[in-house]
């Protein structure tokens, strides 16, 4: 079993910057998918971007193209989900996860990590 350990999170203003990790322990990760989720109350989790550890394809939600860009260092075993220009709507516990398939579906994934707080407000 894969244990996902997620860090970075915290409070920021409207435009600014934020760098979440997610560490995984237990094996190393060379296949399968790893991504993110975040989750507000009263909602599902929703499905917020993805990368494939075999051949690095990575997948996001329209909603954050072109501000969060998921990345991996395998060195370190550790997945990144860079989010700039944030928003207030993306106010939201972040999920780490990790799966067999590069999915946007919650089922797919195992292992999910204890989530991480990211507000947005001015």
């Known amino acids: 079993q894969v244990q996902l350990v997620e860090s970075g999170g915290g409070s920021v203003q409207p435009g600014g910057s934020l760098r979440l990790a997610c560490e995984a322990s237990?094996?190393?990760?060379?296949?399968?998918?790893m991504a993110w989720f975040r989750q507000v109350p009263g909602k599902e989790r929703e499905f917020v971007a993805v990368f494939d550890l075999g051949n690095g394809f990575t997948d996001y939600v329209n909603s954050v193209k072109d501000r969060f860009t998921i990345s991996r260092d395998a060195a370190k075993n550790t997945i990144y989900l860079q989010l700039d220009d944030l928003k207030p709507e993306d106010t939201g516990v972040y999920y780490c996860?990790?799966?067999?398939?590069?999915?946007?579906?919650?089922?797919?994934?195992?292992?999910w990590g204890q989530g991480i707080q990211v507000t947005v407000s001015p």
């Open positions: 996860s990790q799966g067999g398939v590069a999915s946007r579906m919650t089922m797919d994934y195992r292992s």
């Open positions: 237990g094996r190393t990760l060379r296949s399968g998918a």
